[in-house]
T-cell receptor, first 113, second 115 residues
Protein backbone atom coordinates (compact mmCIF):
# COMPACT_ATOMS: atom_id res chain seq x y z
CA UNK A 1 0.00 0.00 0.00
CA UNK A 2 1.50 3.27 -1.17
CA UNK A 3 0.88 5.72 1.65
CA UNK A 4 2.43 8.72 -0.09
CA UNK A 5 1.50 9.44 -3.71
CA UNK A 6 3.58 11.87 -5.72
CA UNK A 7 2.94 13.59 -9.05
CA UNK A 8 3.97 14.25 -11.70
CA UNK A 9 6.43 11.48 -12.47
CA UNK A 10 8.44 13.86 -14.62
CA UNK A 11 8.44 17.61 -15.17
CA UNK A 12 10.15 19.85 -17.70
CA UNK A 13 10.38 23.55 -16.91
CA UNK A 14 12.10 26.48 -18.59
CA UNK A 15 14.78 28.37 -16.73
CA UNK A 16 13.18 31.03 -14.55
CA UNK A 17 9.87 29.20 -14.36
CA UNK A 18 8.09 27.71 -11.36
CA UNK A 19 8.31 23.97 -10.71
CA UNK A 20 5.48 22.43 -8.71
CA UNK A 21 5.47 18.89 -7.37
CA UNK A 22 2.51 17.50 -5.46
CA UNK A 23 2.12 14.81 -2.82
CA UNK A 24 -0.85 13.28 -1.05
CA UNK A 25 -0.76 11.10 2.02
CA UNK A 26 -3.22 8.76 3.70
CA UNK A 27 -2.05 8.32 7.29
CA UNK A 28 -3.35 11.20 9.41
CA UNK A 29 -0.83 10.28 12.11
CA UNK A 30 2.04 11.56 9.96
CA UNK A 31 3.58 14.66 11.52
CA UNK A 32 6.74 15.28 9.55
CA UNK A 33 6.90 15.94 5.81
CA UNK A 34 10.36 16.33 4.24
CA UNK A 35 11.43 16.74 0.65
CA UNK A 36 14.61 15.11 -0.56
CA UNK A 37 16.64 16.04 -3.64
CA UNK A 38 18.73 13.46 -5.49
CA UNK A 39 21.29 14.20 -8.18
CA UNK A 40 22.47 11.43 -10.55
CA UNK A 41 25.00 9.14 -8.88
CA UNK A 42 24.36 10.61 -5.43
CA UNK A 43 22.23 9.75 -2.46
CA UNK A 44 19.09 11.71 -1.61
CA UNK A 45 19.68 14.79 0.52
CA UNK A 46 17.21 16.62 2.73
CA UNK A 47 16.06 19.81 1.02
CA UNK A 48 13.31 21.23 3.20
CA UNK A 49 10.74 19.88 5.67
CA UNK A 50 7.48 20.98 7.27
CA UNK A 51 5.36 20.00 10.25
CA UNK A 52 1.54 20.19 10.15
CA UNK A 53 1.29 23.12 12.56
CA UNK A 54 2.16 25.52 9.73
CA UNK A 55 0.71 25.84 6.23
CA UNK A 56 3.82 27.07 4.48
CA UNK A 57 7.59 27.01 4.87
CA UNK A 58 10.01 28.88 2.67
CA UNK A 59 13.76 28.48 2.32
CA UNK A 60 15.27 30.56 -0.44
CA UNK A 61 13.64 29.58 -3.73
CA UNK A 62 12.04 26.47 -2.23
CA UNK A 63 8.61 26.56 -0.57
CA UNK A 64 6.47 23.79 0.90
CA UNK A 65 2.72 24.38 0.98
CA UNK A 66 0.78 22.15 3.35
CA UNK A 67 -2.97 21.48 3.38
CA UNK A 68 -3.81 19.35 6.41
CA UNK A 69 -7.52 18.96 5.67
CA UNK A 70 -6.84 17.74 2.14
CA UNK A 71 -3.86 15.64 3.28
CA UNK A 72 -1.72 17.18 0.57
CA UNK A 73 1.56 19.04 0.40
CA UNK A 74 3.57 20.44 -2.45
CA UNK A 75 7.01 21.74 -3.29
CA UNK A 76 7.35 24.94 -5.27
CA UNK A 77 10.67 25.89 -6.81
CA UNK A 78 10.68 29.53 -7.84
CA UNK A 79 12.99 30.87 -10.56
CA UNK A 80 13.97 27.30 -11.48
CA UNK A 81 17.57 26.86 -12.61
CA UNK A 82 19.28 24.14 -14.67
CA UNK A 83 21.19 23.21 -11.50
CA UNK A 84 17.85 22.27 -9.92
CA UNK A 85 17.53 19.39 -12.40
CA UNK A 86 17.32 16.33 -10.16
CA UNK A 87 14.87 13.78 -8.80
CA UNK A 88 12.70 15.05 -5.96
CA UNK A 89 11.08 12.82 -3.36
CA UNK A 90 8.42 13.78 -0.89
CA UNK A 91 8.18 11.72 2.28
CA UNK A 92 6.22 11.44 5.49
CA UNK A 93 6.65 9.95 8.93
CA UNK A 94 5.27 10.01 12.43
CA UNK A 95 8.39 11.59 13.83
CA UNK A 96 7.23 11.64 17.44
CA UNK A 97 7.33 7.86 17.43
CA UNK A 98 10.41 7.70 15.24
CA UNK A 99 8.55 5.73 12.63
CA UNK A 100 10.00 4.88 9.28
CA UNK A 101 10.06 7.49 6.55
CA UNK A 102 7.70 6.62 3.69
CA UNK A 103 8.79 8.04 0.35
CA UNK A 104 6.75 9.08 -2.67
CA UNK A 105 7.61 7.65 -6.08
CA UNK A 106 9.84 10.57 -7.09
CA UNK A 107 9.66 13.32 -9.72
CA UNK A 108 12.34 13.75 -12.35
CA UNK A 109 12.72 17.52 -12.83
CA UNK A 110 14.49 18.90 -15.87
CA UNK A 111 15.08 22.64 -16.12
CA UNK A 112 15.97 23.71 -19.64
CA UNK A 113 18.36 26.65 -20.08
CA UNK B 1 35.22 14.01 5.58
CA UNK B 2 32.30 11.95 4.28
CA UNK B 3 29.40 11.71 6.73
CA UNK B 4 27.96 8.39 5.49
CA UNK B 5 30.30 6.28 3.41
CA UNK B 6 29.57 2.99 1.69
CA UNK B 7 31.80 0.53 -0.08
CA UNK B 8 31.98 -0.62 -2.73
CA UNK B 9 30.38 2.00 -4.98
CA UNK B 10 29.96 -0.52 -7.79
CA UNK B 11 29.52 -4.26 -7.63
CA UNK B 12 29.16 -6.54 -10.67
CA UNK B 13 28.72 -10.22 -9.97
CA UNK B 14 27.23 -13.44 -11.26
CA UNK B 15 23.93 -14.98 -10.18
CA UNK B 16 24.33 -17.28 -7.20
CA UNK B 17 27.30 -15.45 -5.70
CA UNK B 18 27.40 -13.92 -2.23
CA UNK B 19 28.38 -10.27 -1.73
CA UNK B 20 28.61 -7.69 1.05
CA UNK B 21 28.24 -3.93 1.22
CA UNK B 22 29.68 -1.96 4.10
CA UNK B 23 28.54 1.33 5.58
CA UNK B 24 30.02 3.68 8.15
CA UNK B 25 28.71 6.98 9.53
CA UNK B 26 30.71 9.56 11.47
CA UNK B 27 27.75 11.75 12.47
CA UNK B 28 27.32 10.17 15.89
CA UNK B 29 23.80 9.05 14.95
CA UNK B 30 22.15 6.17 16.78
CA UNK B 31 20.11 4.76 13.88
CA UNK B 32 21.17 3.37 10.53
CA UNK B 33 19.18 2.12 7.55
CA UNK B 34 19.43 0.20 4.32
CA UNK B 35 17.26 1.39 1.43
CA UNK B 36 16.90 -0.20 -2.00
CA UNK B 37 16.35 2.01 -5.04
CA UNK B 38 15.07 0.18 -8.09
CA UNK B 39 15.38 1.08 -11.75
CA UNK B 40 12.32 3.35 -11.47
CA UNK B 41 14.07 5.20 -8.63
CA UNK B 42 11.56 4.06 -6.02
CA UNK B 43 13.14 4.11 -2.54
CA UNK B 44 12.12 1.27 -0.29
CA UNK B 45 13.34 0.68 3.24
CA UNK B 46 14.81 -2.73 3.94
CA UNK B 47 16.24 -2.62 7.46
CA UNK B 48 16.90 -0.24 10.30
CA UNK B 49 19.12 -0.60 13.35
CA UNK B 50 19.00 1.53 16.47
CA UNK B 51 22.06 1.21 18.69
CA UNK B 52 22.88 -2.15 17.10
CA UNK B 53 19.32 -3.46 17.56
CA UNK B 54 17.18 -4.34 14.57
CA UNK B 55 14.04 -2.17 14.70
CA UNK B 56 12.74 -2.35 11.13
CA UNK B 57 12.78 -5.49 9.03
CA UNK B 58 10.64 -5.12 5.95
CA UNK B 59 9.52 -8.03 3.84
CA UNK B 60 12.93 -8.82 2.45
CA UNK B 61 14.13 -12.29 1.37
CA UNK B 62 16.15 -14.20 3.97
CA UNK B 63 19.07 -14.02 1.56
CA UNK B 64 19.59 -10.47 2.82
CA UNK B 65 21.20 -10.27 6.24
CA UNK B 66 22.17 -6.99 7.89
CA UNK B 67 24.75 -6.78 10.65
CA UNK B 68 25.57 -3.86 12.91
CA UNK B 69 28.82 -4.41 14.85
CA UNK B 70 28.43 -1.00 16.50
CA UNK B 71 26.18 2.01 16.05
CA UNK B 72 28.52 3.61 13.51
CA UNK B 73 28.56 0.63 11.17
CA UNK B 74 25.90 -1.30 9.28
CA UNK B 75 26.75 -3.97 6.75
CA UNK B 76 24.54 -5.83 4.30
CA UNK B 77 25.31 -9.37 3.20
CA UNK B 78 23.43 -10.91 0.29
CA UNK B 79 23.50 -14.66 -0.38
CA UNK B 80 22.69 -16.45 -3.62
CA UNK B 81 22.30 -13.28 -5.67
CA UNK B 82 19.45 -13.14 -8.19
CA UNK B 83 18.90 -10.95 -11.25
CA UNK B 84 16.16 -9.05 -9.40
CA UNK B 85 18.62 -7.95 -6.73
CA UNK B 86 20.19 -5.55 -9.22
CA UNK B 87 19.58 -2.09 -7.78
CA UNK B 88 21.27 0.75 -5.96
CA UNK B 89 21.52 0.13 -2.23
CA UNK B 90 21.68 3.20 0.01
CA UNK B 91 22.85 3.33 3.57
CA UNK B 92 21.49 6.18 5.70
CA UNK B 93 21.63 7.36 9.27
CA UNK B 94 19.59 9.58 11.57
CA UNK B 95 19.34 10.53 15.24
CA UNK B 96 16.37 8.64 16.68
CA UNK B 97 16.59 9.59 20.35
CA UNK B 98 16.50 13.27 21.19
CA UNK B 99 16.97 14.21 17.56
CA UNK B 100 15.04 14.14 14.34
CA UNK B 101 14.59 10.54 13.23
CA UNK B 102 13.05 11.66 9.94
CA UNK B 103 16.14 13.61 8.89
CA UNK B 104 18.08 10.97 7.07
CA UNK B 105 21.62 11.38 5.83
CA UNK B 106 22.30 9.10 2.88
CA UNK B 107 25.51 7.64 1.52
CA UNK B 108 26.26 7.81 -2.20
CA UNK B 109 24.91 4.36 -2.88
CA UNK B 110 26.28 1.00 -3.99
CA UNK B 111 25.18 -0.04 -7.47
CA UNK B 112 24.79 -3.80 -7.62
CA UNK B 113 24.54 -5.49 -11.00
CA UNK B 114 23.80 -9.19 -11.10
CA UNK B 115 24.55 -10.90 -14.44
Amino acid sequence: QQQVKQSPQSLIVQKGGISIINCAYENTAFDYFPWYQQFPGKGPALLIAIRPDVSEKKEGRFTISFNKSAKQFSLHIMDSQPGDSATYFCAASKETSGSRLTFGEGTQLTVNP
Amino acid sequence: DTAVSQTPKYLVTQMGNDKSIKCEQNLGHDTMYWYKQDSKKFLKIMFSYNNKELIINETVPNRFSPKSPDKAHLNLHINSLELGDSAVYFCASSQFTGGRPGELFFGEGSRLTVL
